[in-house]
């Protein structure tokens, strides 16, 4: 009795270190934990490019991730890129004149959408759209234009 | 003329082998049922199956886990990413090497016990002793042991990610000086619960499922002498490691194609 016993109390250990370590993986190493999507809004930003933003790119303003991209379309009558944002609804008092522009972490970092926000009195409504949003710096693009100005430059 | 009906037997035999382990897997599976009333059963296989994997299966993350950190951080520090360790340790032992090495492993050191014991069962002729008592094998010894595999695979695989990404940790930041913040941050930032712990909580249930079929049937299967037994056990982590591998690329290009 005392063996069948001991062997309960082991059997017991490893479900509950099984259980505990999925936890501590879902917990500490997903974003499980950080974000939910039960608890937010979304809002809409048309950027003329929106770049390598992917679904899932983070949101953020000042430097705080306050939310997370939830779609990226093509608008065929506008030729823009709609990007969906699902932003975090204990932020709710963003002005309806914010900023949205698609910036790089790092050098070779992913792209995140950084909000700005104006001055204005009013807030940004769910399901509203932010105004004035700048395009995502194609690096491509901007050696091209360095390449073409410095050899204008000589020419001089 | 030879080969042509050489090739034409064994491919007889291959596909009665598998006709009779569908049998058998329906069977089981039959008799989970009379099995989940009688919990003591269970609980006594979840031990051998599951308790005496523990020990392999922690050891073994600890040391996957502290090999990834310090071959990903002479590799990421070449391009000065080393801030990202924590993601490729996560990564690769969540999505891959958690639910592979834990089931080869497991594979190893339960299946092949399971077999051997089955087929001992068999050929000391036990187990038509309990169908003389109008005991169902099957019922009886077999479905406990596939139902402990089949639990305890996810759970084992699940202390191996947990461990090697402690191990990673450990190494990464303990020796190597990574940041400890950005180990976590970057790691939690990229990793998603549901693309990345999740599918490969699903794969440790195929790989747990797989493994214990084969080798329980393999020693359900085995010639009865001692020399079948030891064929038997052979085949179990044979085709078990087989059958792993080639699961986990089906599955991944399944799960994580889309990206």
Request: aromatic fraction near 8%; proline fraction near 2%; glycine fraction near 12%.
């Amino acid at each position: 009795m005392q063996h069948t016993r001991n062997q309960d109390t082991l059997v017991g250990l490893l479900v509950a270190s099984g259980i505990a370590g999925l936890f501590f993986l879902a917990m500490h190493v997903s974003n499980l934990s950080s974000f939910s999507d039960e608890d937010s809004y979304t809002i809409t930003a048309k950027f003329e490019n929106s770049g390598g933003l992917k679904v899932k790119s983070p949101v953020s303003a000042a430097g705080v991730k306050i939310g997370k991209v939830t779609s990226i379309s093509f608008d065929p009558k506008t030729y823009k890129s709609v990007v969906q944002l699902s932003i975090n609804s204990k932020y709710s008092t963003l002005p309806d004149d914010t900023t949205a522009s698609v910036f790089t972490a790092g050098l070779l970092g992913e792209q995140y959408v950084n909000l700005e926000p104006g001055g204005s009195e009013t807030y940004l409504k769910k399901g509203g759209e932010i105004e004035i949003t700048q395009s995502a710096i194609i690096l491509e693009k901007a050696i091209g234009q360095f390449l073409f100005k410095s050899a204008a430059e000589e020419k001089k | 003329m030879d080969f042509i009906e050489g090739l034409g037997a064994s491919t007889r035999i291959s596909f009665n082998k598998l006709g009779r382990g569908t049998h058998f897997l329906v069977q089981t599976i039959s008799g989970i049922m009379s099995v989940l009333l009688r919990p003591r059963l269970l609980t006594k296989q979840l031990y051998s199956v599951g308790v005496m994997s523990f020990l392999i299966i922690t050891i073994s993350g600890l040391f996957v886990g502290m090999v990834l950190g310090l071959q990903g951080y002479y590799t990421l520090s070449d391009f000065g990413a080393e801030e990202t360790l924590g993601v490729m340790v996560a990564a690769s032992l969540v999505r891959e090497l958690g639910p592979v090495v834990s089931a080869l492993l497991f594979a190893g050191r339960a299946g092949s016990a399971l077999t051997a014991e089955i087929g001992l069962m068999k050929a000391t002729e036990q187990l038509s002793g309990m169908e003389m008592m109008a005991i169902d094998p099957i019922k009886r010894i077999i479905t406990p042991r596939f139902l402990a595999g089949l639990i305890s695979m996810p759970l084992l695989a699940g202390i191996f990610s947990a461990v090697g990404i402690i191990g990673g940790q450990i190494v990464g930041s303990g020796l190597l000086g990574v940041d400890e913040g950005a180990y976590w941050s970057q790691m939690q930032a990229s990793i998603d619960f549901y693309d990345d712990i999740v599918n490969g909580v699903i794969k440790s249930i195929v790989f747990g499922f797989v493994t214990s079929w084969i080798a329980l049937f393999e020693g359900y299967d085995a010639i009865p002498t001692s020399e079948g037994v030891s064929r038997a056990t052979t085949r179990t982590v044979v085709n078990s490691a087989f059958t792993i591998l080639g699961l986990d690329f089906i599955l991944t290009a399944l799960m994580f194609g889309d990206h």
